[in-house]
């Protein structure tokens, strides 16, 4: 009990610092570039370049500690590193390529992205994924593998990844909220003080809405700490054997806080009063529910915190998670809609 209470302990302190500098930095100018690479040269003798972002640098983060979460409570519960590892990997098959397609189908651009049309495939297939390694490793006489623990996993997992890809919607300026002068009074008064105010003619929400240098709501800000306090408490549960409540909090929690803060929000969603990415978060808590009725939930199973976090210190899982942050920067890190033009001198006074 006093490890887990650490563990929470500890990476609520690491969230709520994190929160607290990237609400305030991350919404200036020079947190959107994270660097740019030389690509070809122009007929002027300068440089066309390729723009790296800080949001593909947060979501690799984001994706890198939502899986490292996944492993280190499967651990805790001693389902080995393998199921864990299979489990996650046919997740992110589907998941990860369904961000960019439905995006595209829905908002109807080229270059865009959508973490809640991934999260929705994910939430379908999971349960399905997790049967077939359950299969699996009963065919081949090796432990048993608890779907709902599986489950339960997953969704506090991707509750703290989707929290720290808020900060890179920060970055970016996307996925912003409306102006706090459009908001009705109450809402006002709350967050006159407490705001985005978005720097930078290249963030989205300037060439999108010309809304940069305008107070705006903090939509990120605050979807980002709902969701942590969603992951704490479900890694609480977890951790306490009450693996159901653990899934259904944390699921419940973020895909309705979804439907809530697309009412708040000022980014195009698609047309319609809905949009189709409300639809699927209010299908994704519906079908969530079934799967918990559906399969058992076990009762009573100890789980050792330190036992899941000495995985982390295994190799593999090192290396693991280093290409996973590595393949998620490039995927997301490349700016195919900020162009960059260099030029390179010497510096005379210096040689």
């Known amino acids: 009990m006093i490890e887990n209470l650490f563990f929470i302990t500890g990476l609520g302190g690491f969230l709520f610092f994190l929160s607290i500098w990237g609400f305030k930095f991350l919404p200036k100018e020079k947190w959107q570039v994270l660097g740019t690479i030389p690509i070809a040269k122009t007929p002027d003798g300068n440089w066309s370049g390729l723009n790296l972002t800080y949001y593909g640098f947060f979501n690799g983060i984001a994706a890198t500690i939502a899986v490292a979460i996944v492993l280190i409570l499967l651990g805790a519960a001693y389902i080995p590193f393998s199921a864990g590892i299979l489990f996650v990997l046919g997740i992110l098959v589907f998941a990860a390529p369904s961000a960019k397609i439905i995006a595209r189908l829905v908002e109807k651009k080229p270059c865009t992205l959508s973490i809640g049309a991934a999260s929705f495939v994910g939430i379908i297939l999971a349960p399905w994924i997790a049967v077939g390694v359950q299969t699996l490793f009963a065919r081949l006489q090796l432990p048993n593998i608890e779907i709902m623990v599986l489950m339960a996993a997953i969704s506090t997992g991707y509750a703290f990844g989707e929290g720290i890809g808020r900060l890179?919607?920060?970055?970016?300026?996307?996925?912003?909220?409306?102006?706090?002068?459009?908001?009705?009074?109450?809402?006002?008064?709350?967050?006159?003080?407490?705001?985005?105010?978005?720097?930078?003619?290249?963030?989205?929400?300037?060439y999108a809405h010309a809304l940069d240098e305008k107070e705006i709501l903090p939509i990120q800000g605050i979807t980002s700490i709902i969701y942590f306090i969603s992951g704490l408490t479900g890694t609480f549960l977890f951790l306490q054997g009450s693996f159901r409540a653990s899934f259904l909090i944390t699921l419940a929690t973020t895909q309705l806080w979804r439907i809530v803060s697309e009412f708040l929000r000022a980014d195009f969603r698609g047309e319609g009063k809905l949009s189709v990415y409300q639809y699927m978060a209010i299908l994704s808590v519906i079908y969530s529910v079934g799967i918990s009725l559906l399969f058992y939930d076990i009762p009573v199973l100890s789980t050792s915190i330190s036992q899941g976090l000495s995985l982390m210190w295994n190799l593999p899982v090192i290396l693991f998670l280093q290409a996973l942050w590595l393949a998620v920067f490039i995927s997301t890190g490349r700016s195919k809609v900020i162009s960059a033009e260099l030029s390179f001198h010497v510096k005379m006074e210096n040689i």
């Open 168 to 206: 890179s919607c920060i970055s970016f300026g996307c996925c912003y909220g409306k102006p706090v002068s459009q908001l009705p009074r109450y809402l006002q008064f709350i967050f006159r003080h407490a705001n985005f105010v978005f720097l930078g003619k290249t963030k989205k929400i300037a």
